[in-house]
């Protein structure tokens, strides 16, 4: 019944409201009702003393008449129900109903009780406890009665008609009982109030919380629900919309996260699934070719040593004996890639890996009529790299290349060169962090493909983030706020607020102040904080001096990529091409090339052409014995 | 000793078969062919084979199953394994197992003949020696061989010598020329190392005992090539090498001290 958080939630405040509601309803029906029935008592009070006052000279005179008269009268009023006076015995000499006189009271009755109930009477009677409240029948309504005694005076015994004698204390008792109906009615009118209130509260309650549940909990709950069976069907990638910052709203988030990664590892799972697929094939294949082949190149060797004299058909069986050769290194090729073993650095010519990764693309090259242009620096230094994984990196950029050309046909050039480079530039930022060693990297913004440093920056009044660029010495720094002309600033950790500026230098161009960011296990590296000038140091680096690369470019004169894709293409999985893609993504590239301390750019141009940078280290000597 | 050669092929492709028995055939020697290795039991029994060459993948019993067959009934011939999917694992694990030599299908008329020759040479050199009248020199017991050719020695500064067995030189014939990759090239496991041409005119390939990066080369060996044959295990070795997969490649090469027990 109660499955429902918001049905739930109503029912707790809904006890809740009836447990205050009627706590705080049963103390102020009662003290309403406290209130009510003093005033009446007082009124009853002020009544039978007006009774006893007025009838006190009829009394003196002995003139019962008058006294009757006056009680029948009083008794008239609606709201009273009585008027009765007892004598000292306790029977009824004077009432306004005439069938009681005469008639005597038993001392236990409610009207006596108050005074005779211990053996002794008592003669004096504090006006609260001469009150008393009760039903003639259960049917009607309360009666509240009030006696008032009337004692003796002097004026009594002394009186002509010596009634009474002197020493009795008490004469008699006036006895005046008023009904109650009124502040019954009163009191249940209120009672009815309370429950009314406590019911329309409930439903306000109600209402405002079931409204509040759908907005915040249902809503966001059925989106996370669709959501899971959109995963559940297989659409890994699925993204919730913004769900606000509420708990739900990091749920949401954190699913988001999770679909990514899941999508990713899946495509990852896919990829790999598809490779080993693929290498069993070529597994397979290789040793079906492999048998035929072995025919082949026997028989036409054969033929080739019993046509010596025939130097025409000697040149035929060479071209037979020459081919089957290459399909042999083809198949050799084949089952390479099928085995993709794990990284073998070893000492490789990077001219001979470029020219084996052409041979496996050569056919498609040719299909697509592509001008092939080679540009080798033959005088180049052997590299330490896995001379496998080098390969399939070219192989997937001359693809790439291919299919960014089309069927229509272009040049794609592949140079090969040497380059000295001063560590400006080149070096990239990797690990930058504060002093409490937050990371300062941040990988939602990329400047030229990589993720940037971002710190948090306060001038004057204004307060924002500047993203610095990841490249020593490159200054493409991305300003959430506009600096303007300021006399302070601070750079300050995005996620600790610790102070990234260094009070003791100042920045030698400018004369500003200095930021001094720790590079994880690569020292600081320090800038103009002002940004007036592009001052930078990172000590480290510069120490270590120029490095030596082997840079080669891939140049294609496809169909481009935009501006808004080229910082995104080393991202896992970010493909234009759907499913139509080799297997290894740019991502893998640029993860072969990271693993080699090397680094792949990319420059294009929409309809002019696409041109890959990759730089790999030269190490000049061979360290590990 | 019978001058005339007996070669036993198995292979489940009939053109393989075929191939074998042609090349064979052109070099003198007798030769069978059977496509499983029941039907080569069979034949085993019949006729006293000199040489075997059997593929690895082959349906029911393979290769290697076949290896232990042999060597749990005892029979001695010498076993040449060849397989089309030539992976180094097949050809290390075959001559580990006992193998004497391995070929990679497709292979060509050239390497099979050599092949031939050595295997048969093989055979005959281990049969006088087991009668006492020839003598080969074994491989010095700190040395690690794979199958019988060639040897690997770890140098103190941890740079390995490479080189090839007496046995594997012995089964050439003699020496003639030898042709050698540079310091820089990268050799890998049971993958050729050197070429080494016979007097006969065949040329030989030694496969690499270890995989690595060659940082020197016995310059020696290109103007005086006997070498190999005079002293195989210390002025004639091959390559120094600076080894990339030492811990995993050991466990593949067989101690020499096992050879003097």
Request: hydrophobic fraction near 35%; include cysteine; aromatic fraction near 8%.
């Amino acid at each position: 019944m109660f499955r429902k958080i918001s049905l739930k939630l109503i029912l707790v405040v809904s006890i809740t409201v009836i447990a205050i509601i009627g706590v705080y309803s049963y103390f102020n029906i009662k003290s309403q009702s406290d209130v009510l029935l003093s005033e009446v008592e007082r009124h009853a009070y002020q009544l039978s003393e007006t009774v006893k006052n007025s009838t006190r000279y009829e009394m003196l005179l002995n003139q019962q008449e008058h006294i009757d008269a006056i009680i029948n009268t009083i008794g008239q009023d609606p709201s009273i129900s009585g008027v009765r006076v007892l004598n000292k015995e306790g029977v009824i000499i004077y009432s306004a109903r005439k069938n009681e006189i005469g008639k005597m009271l038993d001392k236990h009755t409610e009207s006596c009780y108050a005074c005779h109930a211990e053996n002794k009477p008592l003669e004096r009677l504090p006006s609260k406890d001469r009150t008393r409240i009760f039903r003639t029948n259960p049917d009607s309504s309360r009666i509240l009665g009030i006696i008032n005694p009337i004692y003796n005076e002097r004026t009594c015994y002394e009186s002509d008609c010596h009634v009474h004698s002197r020493n009795a204390k008490i004469l008699g008792v006036l006895d005046v009982s008023i009904s109650l109906k009124e502040v019954d009615e009163q009191m249940r009118y209120n009672e009815i109030r309370e429950l009314f209130f406590t019911i329309i509260s409930i439903s306000v309650i109600a209402c405002i919380i079931g409204f509040f549940v759908r907005r915040w909990v249902d809503k966001p709950v059925k989106e996370l629900v669709k959501a899971t069976n959109q995963v559940s069907t297989g659409i890994l990638n699925y993204q919730i919309k913004e769900l606000g910052e509420d708990e739900l709203g990091v749920l949401g988030k954190s699913f988001n996260n999770m679909t990514k990664k899941l999508d990713e590892t899946s495509q990852q799972l896919y990829q790999s699934t598809k490779m080993a697929s693929l290498g069993q094939l070529a597994a397979g294949v290789a040793h079906e070719i492999n048998n035929p082949l072995t025919g082949v190149l026997t028989y036409s060797s054969f033929l080739l040593k019993r046509t010596k004299d025939n130097p025409e058909m000697q040149e035929d069986l060479n071209v037979i004996v020459r081919e089957t050769m290459r399909c042999r290194e083809i198949v050799k090729g084949l089952l390479d890639f099928a085995r993709q073993s794990t990284p073998k650095k070893s000492l490789i010519d990077i001219n001979e890996i470029i020219t084996r990764a052409i041979a496996v693309v050569n056919n498609q090259m040719k299909l697509n009529k592509i001008n092939l242009v080679k540009e080798y620096d033959t005088t180049l230094p052997k590299i330490t790299a896995d001379a496998n994984q080098i390969e399939q990196v070219f192989i997937n950029l001359f693809i790439n290349g291919i299919d960014a050309i089309g069927q229509d046909g272009g040049t794609l050039i592949i140079k090969s060169s040497r380059i000295t480079l001063s560590p400006k530039g080149i070096t990239q930022i990797k690990n930058a962090v504060c002093a409490k060693n937050h990371s300062l990297m941040d990988t939602n913004h990329k400047i030229g493909g990589i993720p940037s440093v971002k710190v948090k920056v306060k001038s004057n009044s204004n307060e924002g983030f500047i993203n610095i660029d990841p490249i020593y010495g490159n200054h493409r720094n991305y300003f959430g706020i506009s600096l303007g002309n300021i006399s302070q600033i601070n750079l300050t950790c995005p996620t600790c607020d610790l102070s990234l500026i260094d009070k003791s230098n100042k920045c030698p161009e400018c004369s500003g102040p200095v930021y001094k960011i720790p590079i994880a296990n690569q020292g600081f590296i320090e800038g103009c904080a002002s940004f007036k000038d592009n001052w930078q140091r990172w000590e480290v680096i510069d120490l270590a001096g120029e490095s030596k690369f082997v840079k080669i470019d891939v140049t294609d004169s496809g169909c481009g990529i935009p501006s808004e894709n080229l910082n995104k293409i080393f991202e896992p999985f970010f493909s234009t091409k759907g499913q139509k893609g080799t297997g290894l993504g740019l991502s893998v590239i640029w993860g072969i090339i990271d693993n080699h301390n090397g680094t792949i750019s990319v420059q294009s141009e929409i309809g002019k052409g696409t041109s890959f940078s990759i730089r790999l280290p030269i190490n000049e000597m061979i360290k590990h014995i | 000793m019978k001058d005339h050669k007996n070669i036993l092929i198995v292979d489940d492709e009939e053109v393989v078969v075929k191939s074998v028995i042609k090349i064979a055939s052109l070099e003198g020697f007798s030769i069978e062919g059977v496509n499983d290795v029941f039907t080569a039991f069979q034949k085993i029994e019949e006729t006293d084979f000199d040489l075997i060459i059997s593929d690895i993948m082959m349906p029911k019993i393979d290769g290697f199953k076949f290896l232990a067959e042999l060597e749990a009934k005892r029979i001695s011939t010498p076993l040449i394994m060849t397989t089309g999917y030539t992976t180094i694992e097949n050809a290390v694990q075959s001559l580990y197992h006992g193998a004497i030599d391995f070929i990679p299908k497709p292979f060509t008329l050239d390497e099979m003949t050599s092949v031939l020759h050595r295997g048969i040479r093989y055979g005959t050199l281990i049969k006088a020696y087991n009668s006492g009248s020839t003598i080969l020199v074994p491989c010095p017991a700190k040395y690690f061989r794979l199958g019988y050719s060639s040897w690997m020695n770890k140098e103190p500064d941890g740079s390995v010598l490479i080189g090839a067995t007496d046995l594997f030189i012995k089964t050439l014939g003699q020496v003639k020329n030898v042709d050698m990759h540079f310091p820089n090239g990268i050799l890998i496991q049971a993958s050729p190392a050197i070429k080494i041409e016979a007097e006969d005119g065949l040329v030989h390939q030694l496969i690499s005992p270890l995989s690595g990066t060659i940082i020197d080369r016995n310059e020696k060996l290109i103007d005086d090539p006997v070498l190999l044959e005079k002293d195989p295990y210390f002025d004639g070795w091959i390559y120094r090498i600076i080894p990339t997969e030492f811990d995993y490649e050991m466990k593949l090469l067989i101690p020499c001290s096992s050879d003097r027990s």
